[in-house]
């Protein structure tokens, strides 16, 4: 992003190389509109030839010439994606994204209404670990999104996978099989983005509360700059007004936050993922490690008991076979004194 003047809403930066100024998504998206021929940002693929001949025009070469290029330059690109297929040891993660990105690169909807209008801009937004969580807390992502203009904050934040929405709140060491089927999410639905002096809060269900209100009052009585509020379900990306690379917040479950980053906002290309159902689109989930049972070793954490006599440690995580084998007699009943609850694992949704 080159330094520009911050009349025309095309990003400059504020801190090199870190992130922008603030600008405001749409006009951004405008100014290039202007600047830009159709046919840079046409869905449709350009003539070969014609292609070719500009390409040699431009580069002052003749036609034989350019054919002898694009020869070598086939060969080159053969040898070189073979040397990096023996030499590159990949994980299961980095050949996931291969695969997304092949089965996704150029993908147009079956229907004309799911396809993504030209000149829509795309945005590339990282989402970062809880502030709770200590390991890679503000420098590796926990997700990567694409996300076009026209979506709205409800759908990332619907998008968006987090251990504590999955979480069930209760002590079930007396009756493990009355764990309830709902998770905190569909019990506490409230959640809020922070954006450039704007909470958006998720209102779209009855059950949901202003979690913002508390921290906008707070904030009038210590002379802090006024802080206003939208609503993220009638929120697009292209309504608001960013920094690039400028670390914001994404709060739910009453305090569990996560760094919000835009990292990168440009037009669409034909090369990209044109069906809209496909969005938003995940191109990136880190790896956590599991927490395995503290008996066997062999199965992830399903509770974690306190208080508890038959256990190494307090707390202490049980697989569900261990814990049940450990903690009740055959017909089901409670061994000792000790208290139980469902723990979600982090690592399990790799």
């Not at 396809?115 to 502030?131: E, F, K, S």
Request: glycine share 4%.
């Amino acid at each position: 992003m080159a330094a520009c003047d911050s009349k025309t809403n095309i990003p400059e930066y504020e801190r090199t190389n870190i992130n922008s100024k603030p600008f405001h998504v749409d006009s951004f998206r405008t100014q290039w509109l202007k600047r830009l021929h159709p046919s840079h940002y046409s869905y449709e693929q350009p003539d070969q030839d014609e292609f070719d001949a500009n390409f040699a025009k431009e580069m002052g070469i003749d036609e034989d010439t350019m054919s002898d290029l694009k020869s070598i330059c086939r060969q080159r690109k053969k040898k070189q994606d073979q040397k990096l297929s023996l030499k590159c040891n990949k994980n299961r993660h980095e050949h996931y994204a291969d695969e997304l990105e092949r089965v996704t690169s150029e993908r147009k909807p079956e229907a004309v209404e799911n396809l993504i209008p030209q000149g829509d801009v795309l945005l590339t937004i990282n989402i970062y670990y809880p502030a709770v969580f200590d390991r890679f807390n503000y420098t590796r992502p926990h997700m990567t999104f694409l996300l076009t203009g026209s979506h709205t904050l409800a759908e990332l934040r619907d998008a968006i996978c987090c251990v504590s929405d999955l979480q069930v709140s209760g002590e079930f060491s007396n009756n493990p099989d009355m764990v309830p089927d709902f998770v905190s999410k569909d019990h506490y639905k409230s959640a809020f983005f922070y954006f450039e002096g704007v909470f958006y809060d998720d209102m779209r269900f009855p059950e949901c509360r202003d979690l913002s209100a508390t921290t906008i009052e707070w904030a009038k009585t210590r002379n802090f700059p006024l802080f206003t509020q939208g609503k993220m379900e009638n929120t697009r990306f292209v309504d608001l007004k960013v920094k690039v690379g400028y670390p914001y917040l994404y709060c739910h479950q009453g305090d569990c936050e996560h760094l919000v980053i835009i990292t990168d906002i440009r037009l669409m290309h034909r090369n990209d993922c044109l069906d809209k159902k496909n969005y938003p689109l995940l191109i990136h989930k880190d790896r956590i490690d599991t927490h395995k049972c503290a008996v066997c070793h062999v199965y992830i954490g399903r509770w974690y008991t306190t208080n508890d006599q038959f256990a190494p440690s307090d707390p202490c995580l049980f697989c569900d076979k261990c814990f049940r084998m450990l903690h009740y007699d055959t017909e089901g009943n409670k061994l000792g004194h000790f208290l139980a609850y469902p723990y979600i694992d982090r690592g399990a949704f790799n």
